[in-house]
Structure formats: structure tokens, C-alpha cells
């Protein structure tokens, strides 16, 4: 089988290579946009699908498995995406300070079939003062992050808990994912 992620995502490539897995990463660029009225879990299974089908129609060959995935941070009800600029990334960081909020990444895996999972986590952030926002904000990694910041990184120093997934915060959840490869004939254990 010829696996092929369909992500830039450089977190999701250091995931999918922690199963030991041989890749080509073919990234597409697709519209992110909410639709009106689109709740989080079917924004991320309808961007994650997008992004495998988009990939997969450039494969004809059977043995090609697309993998796409996306990622999702929800707060007060609403998609926290990826922040335009810095201010808005300040903006962000404040909305997610001393509440938990909910981190939801799908799967999409095409082969011969369509499956999809998801994956639900909730996090909870400290209390940030303005020193904190500033510093991080300073590191640069709220830059390309769902809701601003990075759980593997320095972000790490804000998070009082975690309930779910670390992989699946990070971007790829592992589990969820080697369940599709199986299902599809790829198992982790035997690469």
C-alpha cells in the first residue's frame, strides 16, 4: 500500500512517523470556512474528507491510501481556527484563558472506501496574565495553530489538564488512526 498524507501539517508527519509508517505528504489547499449553521464535529469531518478526496482524485491506483485530517478548537460553543495575525491570536489565547475547551480532530482515510473518525478532547487552560500572553505569543508558535498555540510546545506550561487524546490535541490521533489503517488492510504492528 502507498500511503499518502494530505496535510503540511509538520505535527501530523512526526505522528504518522511515530507508527513507523513510510509516507509521501501531498498537501492541497482547500476552502476552511465554516459553513452558517455547520456544527464543530461536521466542520472537521467535512474539511478532513475535503482534503483526502481532493488528493485521492489525482491517484487511481488501487493500493493508495489518502489520510486527511483536521483539527478543531472550540470555546464557548464557537471554532477557534487558525489565527491571522498576532492580534488575533491575542484574542484567541484570552478567549481559551482559565476555561476548558473542547479540541476535536478527524480522520479521513480513502482507499478503496471512505472511513472517518473522530476524536474529542477537552483541555483545560490556567488563568493567563498579560506577561504570559506577551511571552507567548513572543515564541511565535500560536503562528498556523487551531486556537493559537501548541500543546506539544511551550503552550504545555498552560494546560492545568487534558482530558482525551494527546495525539488527537496535537493533531493526529494515534489510536483512531492505526484503527482506519487496519480496516483497511495496513496493520501498525506488522510494518
Same mark, same amino acid.
Given at each position: 500500500?502507498?500511503?499518502?498524507?494530505?496535510?503540511?501539517?509538520?505535527?501530523?508527519?512526526?505522528? /504518522?512517523?511515530?507508527?513507523?509508517?513510510?509516507?509521501?505528504?501531498?498537501?492541497?489547499?482547500?476552502?476552511?470556512?465554516?459553513?452558517?449553521?455547520?456544527?464543530?464535529?461536521?466542520?472537521?469531518?467535512? /474539511?478532513?474528507?475535503? &482534503?483526502?478526496?481532493?488528493?485521492?482524485?489525482?491517484?487511481?491506483?488501487?493500493?493508495?491510501?489518502?489520510?486527511?485530517?483536521?483539527?478543531?478548537? +472550540?470555546?464557548? $460553543?464557537?471554532?477557534?481556527? &487558525?489565527?491571522?495575525?498576532?492580534?488575533?491570536?491575542?484574542?484567541?489565547?484570552?478567549?481559551?484563558?482559565? &476555561?476548558?475547551?473542547?479540541?476535536?480532530?478527524?480522520?479521513?482515510? +480513502?482507499?478503496?472506501?471512505?472511513?472517518?473518525?473522530?476524536?474529542?478532547?477537552?483541555?483545560?487552560?490556567?488563568?493567563?496574565?498579560?506577561?504570559? /500572553?506577551?511571552?507567548?505569543?513572543?515564541?511565535?508558535?500560536?503562528?498556523?495553530?487551531?486556537?493559537?498555540?501548541?500543546?506539544?510546545?511551550?503552550?504545555?506550561?498552560?494546560?492545568?489538564?487534558?482530558?482525551?487524546?494527546?495525539?488527537?490535541?496535537?493533531? /493526529?490521533?494515534?489510536?483512531?488512526? $492505526?484503527?482506519?489503517? &487496519?480496516?483497511?488492510?495496513?496493520?501498525?504492528?506488522?510494518?
Amino acid at each position: 500500500m502507498k500511503l499518502i498524507l494530505a496535510s503540511a501539517s509538520p505535527r501530523r508527519a512526526e505522528l /504518522l512517523q511515530q507508527l513507523g509508517l513510510t509516507f509521501v505528504i501531498n498537501a492541497v489547499g482547500i476552502d476552511e470556512s465554516p459553513i452558517i449553521d455547520e456544527t464543530p464535529e461536521t466542520y472537521v469531518k467535512r /474539511l478532513a474528507l475535503e &482534503k483526502a478526496r481532493a488528493v485521492k482524485q489525482h491517484y487511481l491506483e488501487d493500493d493508495v491510501l489518502v489520510l486527511g485530517s483536521d483539527t478543531a478548537v +472550540i470555546v464557548d $460553543g464557537h471554532i477557534l481556527g &487558525k489565527p491571522d495575525d498576532d492580534q488575533h491570536a491575542l484574542q484567541m489565547l484570552k478567549e481559551l484563558s482559565g &476555561k476548558t475547551h473542547q479540541v476535536l480532530t478527524s480522520v479521513a482515510l +480513502i482507499g478503496q472506501q471512505e472511513s472517518y473518525v473522530l476524536s474529542k478532547n477537552a483541555v483545560s487552560f490556567k488563568e493567563l496574565n498579560d506577561d504570559e /500572553l506577551a511571552w507567548y505569543l513572543a515564541t511565535g508558535e500560536s503562528k498556523d495553530k487551531a486556537g493559537a498555540y501548541a500543546i506539544q510546545g511551550k503552550a504545555a506550561l498552560f494546560i492545568r489538564r487534558i482530558e482525551g487524546s494527546f495525539s488527537g490535541v496535537m493533531g /493526529l490521533p494515534l489510536y483512531e488512526t $492505526g484503527q482506519l489503517l &487496519k480496516q483497511q488492510g495496513v496493520d501498525c504492528l506488522s510494518v
